[in-house]
């Protein structure tokens, strides 16, 4: 359909938020997505006010048939959320939080960053574990698993999720929880975006106060004894503490969070600071807002990105010889190995009650090229691919759909394995059957 015919059709049913087609002079900032790779030129921006604007442009997209992305904060790797030619379903206006400090639950507009939630919650000393990032949405991490600081002491953001509202196919808007359409709520648990459009959370919250951080660097020739040791220590860990290390060419940074009773921290976090010869460190304590925002600037928006990552059961030689030996050809100085420990409260929740995958796994990975420079797009994507191969190699099975740069029925079917696979597309042929929603680690539907 032309790009004009579109515009005013949508027009034509009062949209309450924005239409923005590419004469309108917001449109080159709107069409804007995290990785700067997924340059695309929609034929329509709808920015959403509300649910009647979602409702009405899903009947536009089913009634004459054009493309739908659907897109909260934007950060989705394939640029999923974007499209050429179709409509951009823009929600990030739908951004109200709103944290009720008896019931320690948080309600999230389907357009909320991570930051939105993370301030709500922090007036009340409370929050939901999410992602390291904090201008990531909480649509599209949530629906995907959404994995963080505080996800081995609560467990991944999924499994704090309580209910959510969604629009499908059909335009209805159905509420969804573990007593009302299970089946749904089992899919939009690690399903991703493949059953509608979801317009509000309902979060269950923690108590939480100043969390304890240690960041230590040390030379990558440490390699060997720095991660070792980390092994052995990350192995012991009480689920308060999670920790992390990025692998760069020039340097391995061990990160430690501490979420418990402060006292604790200081006997267990100084240990990490003795991995190998540190080059620097740091070791303080800061407010869990403070901690969301320390990896923004690192991983800002409008740079070049390629990222695959995996599980794995331990940090074993095998996998730091990798590591060790992928990151020497690394193509730009910001690409990099980067590893977060998972399990406990992860771990607590059976595989099979949610459409997530790798709940045994004790360590995610993602091997995750970065740069500026359009012209090194095929050398930059070629070593992430080959480090990620490499990597799965020495993996478990499974995957975390929020985390793979190609997307496809293939990257979805063996990310959730076969059987959780059908289930999904069982749920999806009855929400989804014509599978509008399709610009994800898609499923087809299949009754
Ligand atoms: C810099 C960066 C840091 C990250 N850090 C973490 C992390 O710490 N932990 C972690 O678990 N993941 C992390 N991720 C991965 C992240 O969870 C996914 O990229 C996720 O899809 C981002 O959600 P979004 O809403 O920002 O993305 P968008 O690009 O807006 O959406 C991604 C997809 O989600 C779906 N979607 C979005 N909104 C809705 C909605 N309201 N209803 C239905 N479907 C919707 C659509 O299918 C869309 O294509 C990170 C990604 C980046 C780029």
Same mark, same amino acid.
């Given at each position: 359909m032309e790009a004009a015919l579109l515009i005013r059709e949508l027009e034509k049913t009062r949209i309450d938020g924005a239409v923005l087609g590419s004469?309108?002079?917001?449109y080159d900032d709107h069409r804007k997505?995290?990785?700067?790779?997924?340059d695309r030129r929609p034929a329509a921006i709808v920015r959403a006010q509300n649910v009647r604007d979602v409702t009405k442009t899903i009947a536009i997209a089913a009634k004459r048939e054009v493309l739908l992305a659907v897109r909260s904060g934007g950060h989705s790797l394939p640029g999923l959320s974007t499209c050429d030619n179709g409509i951009v379903l823009d929600?990030?206006?739908?951004?109200e939080v709103v944290v009720d400090p008896i019931a320690r639950t948080a309600e999230v507009g389907?357009?909320?960053l991570l930051q939105h939630l993370d301030a709500a919650g922090s007036h009340a000393r409370l929050a939901t574990p999410a992602g390291?990032?904090?201008?990531?949405g909480v649509a599209g991490l949530t629906l995907g698993g959404g994995m963080g600081w505080l996800s081995r002491r609560f467990g991944l953001t999924i499994d704090n999720l309580l209910a959510a509202d969604i629009v499908t196919a059909d335009g209805q808007l159905i509420h969804t929880s573990a007593d009302t359409e299970p089946d749904l709520f089992w899919g939009i648990r690690g399903g991703g975006g493949n059953f509608g459009v979801v317009t509000k959370f309902r979060f269950r919250m923690h108590s939480l106060g100043q969390v304890v951080v240690g960041i230590w660097e040390y030379p990558t020739s440490d390699c060997q004894v720095a991660l070792r040791g980390y092994q052995e220590l990350a192995r012991n860990a009480p689920r308060e503490l999670t920790t992390s290390f990025t692998l760069t060419s020039s340097s391995i940074v061990v990160t430690a969070v501490w979420s418990g009773s402060s006292d604790r921290a200081d006997t267990i976090?100084?240990?990490? /600071? @003795?991995?190998?010869?540190?080059?620097s460190g740091l070791h303080s304590s800061m407010a869990y807002v403070d901690l969301q925002k320390r990896n923004d600037d690192h991983l800002c928006w409008g740079r070049r990105c390629y990222a695959k990552g995996g599980y794995f059961s331990e940090i074993n030689s095998k996998v730091i010889e990798c590591m060790k030996d992928a990151i020497a050809s690394s193509?730009?100085?910001?690409s990099e190995i980067y590893v977060m420990q998972l399990g406990g409260a992860i771990a607590d929740?059976?595989?099979?009650?949610?459409?997530?995958? /790798? @709940?045994?796994?004790s360590y995610y990975w993602i091997a995750d090229a970065i740069w500026d420079d359009k012209t090194d797009d095929p050398r930059c994507v070629a070593w992430a691919r080959s480090t990620a191969a490499r990597l799965a190699a020495l993996s478990l099975s499974g995957n975390y759909?929020?985390?793979?740069a190609d997307a496809g029925k293939d990257v979805a079917f063996t990310a959730y394995g076969a059987e959780k696979y059908r289930k999904l597309a069982r749920i999806k042929a009855r929400f989804d059957p014509t599978n509008?929603?399709?610009?994800?680690?898609n499923i087809e539907p299949k009754p």
């Amino acid at each position: 359909m032309e790009a004009a015919l579109l515009i005013r059709e949508l027009e034509k049913t009062r949209i309450d938020g924005a239409v923005l087609g590419s004469g309108h002079g917001d449109y080159d900032d709107h069409r804007k997505v995290w990785n700067a790779i997924a340059d695309r030129r929609p034929a329509a921006i709808v920015r959403a006010q509300n649910v009647r604007d979602v409702t009405k442009t899903i009947a536009i997209a089913a009634k004459r048939e054009v493309l739908l992305a659907v897109r909260s904060g934007g950060h989705s790797l394939p640029g999923l959320s974007t499209c050429d030619n179709g409509i951009v379903l823009d929600l990030s206006a739908m951004n109200e939080v709103v944290v009720d400090p008896i019931a320690r639950t948080a309600e999230v507009g389907g357009g909320a960053l991570l930051q939105h939630l993370d301030a709500a919650g922090s007036h009340a000393r409370l929050a939901t574990p999410a992602g390291l990032v904090s201008h990531t949405g909480v649509a599209g991490l949530t629906l995907g698993g959404g994995m963080g600081w505080l996800s081995r002491r609560f467990g991944l953001t999924i499994d704090n999720l309580l209910a959510a509202d969604i629009v499908t196919a059909d335009g209805q808007l159905i509420h969804t929880s573990a007593d009302t359409e299970p089946d749904l709520f089992w899919g939009i648990r690690g399903g991703g975006g493949n059953f509608g459009v979801v317009t509000k959370f309902r979060f269950r919250m923690h108590s939480l106060g100043q969390v304890v951080v240690g960041i230590w660097e040390y030379p990558t020739s440490d390699c060997q004894v720095a991660l070792r040791g980390y092994q052995e220590l990350a192995r012991n860990a009480p689920r308060e503490l999670t920790t992390s290390f990025t692998l760069t060419s020039s340097s391995i940074v061990v990160t430690a969070v501490w979420s418990g009773s402060s006292d604790r921290a200081d006997t267990i976090l100084p240990q990490f /600071g @003795r991995l190998g010869r540190a080059v620097s460190g740091l070791h303080s304590s800061m407010a869990y807002v403070d901690l969301q925002k320390r990896n923004d600037d690192h991983l800002c928006w409008g740079r070049r990105c390629y990222a695959k990552g995996g599980y794995f059961s331990e940090i074993n030689s095998k996998v730091i010889e990798c590591m060790k030996d992928a990151i020497a050809s690394s193509p730009s100085p910001d690409s990099e190995i980067y590893v977060m420990q998972l399990g406990g409260a992860i771990a607590d929740v059976a595989e099979s009650a949610t459409a997530y995958s /790798g @709940r045994e796994a004790s360590y995610y990975w993602i091997a995750d090229a970065i740069w500026d420079d359009k012209t090194d797009d095929p050398r930059c994507v070629a070593w992430a691919r080959s480090t990620a191969a490499r990597l799965a190699a020495l993996s478990l099975s499974g995957n975390y759909v929020n985390e793979q740069a190609d997307a496809g029925k293939d990257v979805a079917f063996t990310a959730y394995g076969a059987e959780k696979y059908r289930k999904l597309a069982r749920i999806k042929a009855r929400f989804d059957p014509t599978n509008l929603f399709r610009l994800n680690q898609n499923i087809e539907p299949k009754p």
